[in-house]
């Protein structure tokens, strides 16, 4: 539980890097008291063991229970994705293969450059691992979920096909109320997963990359958002169905292009992947180690959200394709833990294992929320303080945290202190305020300083998230402009997330309000969308983990509930096509 206890904190902070959302000293009032609040709420729900387990247990129960199908099936997905088992007649709004690109447009996204990193930085290589095989199960709960919700889909008003797990709640369960919860929860997580924090992100990188505004980068983006979003489903469609290939052959080359560069750190990468899955890794560089508890829960924990396998939001995409059976979108569907996290998740992690960068200590601008002052001096060099600090950082026990007068000159700590940052200990640290080097006395309370002293703390320590991905790019055949892939990819993979939970968003509108509330939260949307490039999304994107839980938690309990007809389903279609496929 400490263990829990403590990750589920230092991740609060962290997803919120994901997004780029960095807290800033003039909001430290009741906006930071709201958001301690939600995060607690969180803690309980989204946060918690028992959620990472209700979700694993759902992913691992129905892969016993219909025979391990994203094994069995895996050949027959790919060939309906192709068009093999189309038929003249068949209702919906897009094909196969766009149902599957504007779905993967809102699962691959910051997640797959931040959140690999982030589980590798706080895990290890094992935590990688353990994003394997939490996609293995996900791959089971995305077939049955997006069958379930294919099955009962409406026709709405507009003509257009309406779909996902409120239809089945209310249809098939008879349950409206627990629908309404999971509408209420997919509108709000529209704005907090796929709109604020997606545009937060593209505008501080393109900004740091590129140096260009962030107003002017907002406007753009909202301009074209809305062109494509007031379109409805068949222009998403296209417009997903070009930009998800596009953007996974530039990611894929670049990285390649890191993993091939350093070429003799491939099986060294694979072996730790898979060698510390029980041992834990053991500490190098600058990386203080992880136990196999800790490499479990980051793994387990980016993995869940990087694919999406359970929440819900994908069956909506999956209900407008163009099918005469519920089962053949079921498969399509389970293409997508594939694609995002066995593929693309795998190839980020080795290019962050494989270059090297996540032992490294680099230059680095201390943000007050991973920073703490340890009272007395340890050394990563030495073996015993190594231990220490690693169970320190597990159990945040043997080490006592610094208060008092930190007493500076020009710019240099001179008492007996250690700097932690980033899960490392920090080096080169400089004491600024105003840009100066900071003279006098800073009054530390248990290991922070108040942010009302108003210093920045400067020096070399490891960094995650993003930085550490978009540091990895640079160890190539490209050098730097490698950092330049990061910044187009994760500009691509964030627009089209927002694309995508505006549909999302729109039909969980059509379900309480009808076609006639669309436009409004269209408006809505768009607008969220400029407003958040230049503004602070910290709250919402702390509401976003609770939404998320409230998405999930009806739709995983409506999924086991109809367990006994999705098996019938499944043996059904195979008993009447399985001379289909086998003659294919």
């Not at 906006?31 to 691992?60: A, R």
């Not at 996204?109 to 290890?124: D, M, Q, R, S, W």
């Not at 026990?397 to 940052?421: A, C, R, W, Y």
Request: aromatic letters at 12%; proline letters at 2%.
């Amino acid at each position: 539980m400490l263990l829990e206890k403590k990750s589920r904190n230092f991740l609060n902070y962290f997803n919120k890097r994901d997004g780029c959302v960095i807290l800033a000293s003039t909001e430290a009032g009741l906006m930071n008291k709201l958001n301690e609040i939600l995060s607690l709420i969180d803690g309980y729900i989204g946060g918690s063991q028992w959620f990472v387990f209700l979700l694993l247990g759902t992913g691992l129960f129905f892969t016993i229970y219909l025979k391990f199908p994203q094994f069995r099936y895996l050949g027959a997905s790919l060939r309906i994705v192709r068009g093999k088992f189309d038929r003249a007649g068949d209702e919906g709004d897009t094909s196969h293969f766009q149902a599957l690109t504007t779905a993967l447009s809102g699962t691959v996204g910051t997640g797959n450059i931040a959140g690999v990193a982030l589980a590798i930085h706080l895990g290890g290589p094992a935590a990688l691992f353990w994003m394997l095989v939490t996609a293995m199960l996900g791959m089971t709960t995305k077939f049955v979920e997006v069958t379930l919700s294919h099955k009962y889909r409406e026709k709405a008003s507009d003509g257009t096909i309406a779909g996902g797990p409120m239809y089945y709640m209310k249809n098939r369960l008879n349950m409206r109320w627990l629908a309404v919860i999971f509408a209420i929860a997919t509108i709000f997580s529209s704005f907090g997963t796929g709109n604020l924090p997606q545009i937060n992100s593209i505008a501080n990188s393109v900004h740091a990359t590129f140096g260009i505004n962030k107003l002017l980068i907002g406007g753009v983006l909202a301009v074209l958002l809305g062109f494509v979003i007031i379109g409805g489903i068949k222009r998403i469609a296209k417009v997903t169905s070009r930009l998800v290939p596009l953007m996974a052959v530039i990611y894929f080359v670049g990285a390649l292009a890191v993993i091939f560069y350093n070429y003799e750190n491939i099986i060294p990468s694979i072996r730790a992947i898979f060698g510390d899955v029980i041992s834990g890794t053991s500490a190098a560089g600058g990386f203080l180690g992880a136990s196999f508890a800790f490499a479990f829960n980051r793994g387990v924990n980016r993995g869940l959200f990087s694919n999406e396998a359970g929440q819900g939001s994908a069956p909506i995409a999956h209900a407008a394709a163009r099918a005469h059976e519920p089962v053949s979108e079921g498969l399509v569907a389970l293409l997508e833990p594939f694609i995002d996290t066995i593929i693309i998740c795998t190839l980020t992690g080795l290019v962050i294992l494989s270059s090297g960068v996540w032992t490294e200590k680099m230059d680095n601008h201390f943000q007050d929320a991973d920073l703490q002052i340890l009272a007395g001096t340890y050394s990563d060099a030495n073996e015993q303080d190594r231990s220490n600090l690693a169970t320190y950082l597990l159990e945040e026990d043997g080490i006592n945290l610094f208060s008092g007068e930190l007493d500076v000159v020009d710019g240099q700590i001179k008492s007996d202190v250690t700097i932690l940052h980033a899960r490392s200990v920090a080096e080169s640290v400089e004491v600024l305020k105003d840009g100066k080097a900071f003279s006098g006395s800073l009054t530390v309370v248990n290991g922070h300083v108040p942010l009302e002293q108003k210093v920045d703390f400067y020096g070399k320590s490891l960094i995650h998230s993003a930085p550490l991905t978009t540091e990895a790019f640079t160890r190539s055949w490209f050098g730097d402009y490698g950092r330049y892939i990061v910044a187009v990819g994760l500009l691509l993979f964030a627009f089209s997330t927002a694309i995508s939970w505006s549909y999302y968003g729109g039909r969980a509108v059509t379900f309480l309000f009808g076609v006639k509330g669309v436009i409004y939260y269209r408006l809505v949307y768009v607008l969220g969308f400029f407003f958040a490039s230049f503004t602070d999304t910290t709250i919402v994107w702390t509401l976003s983990g609770i939404t998320i839980a409230l998405m999930t938690i009806p739709n995983l309990i409506g999924i086991l509930m109809l367990r006994k007809e999705m098996k019938s389903e499944v043996s059904n279609f195979w008993k009447e096509y399985s001379d289909f496929f086998a003659r294919r």
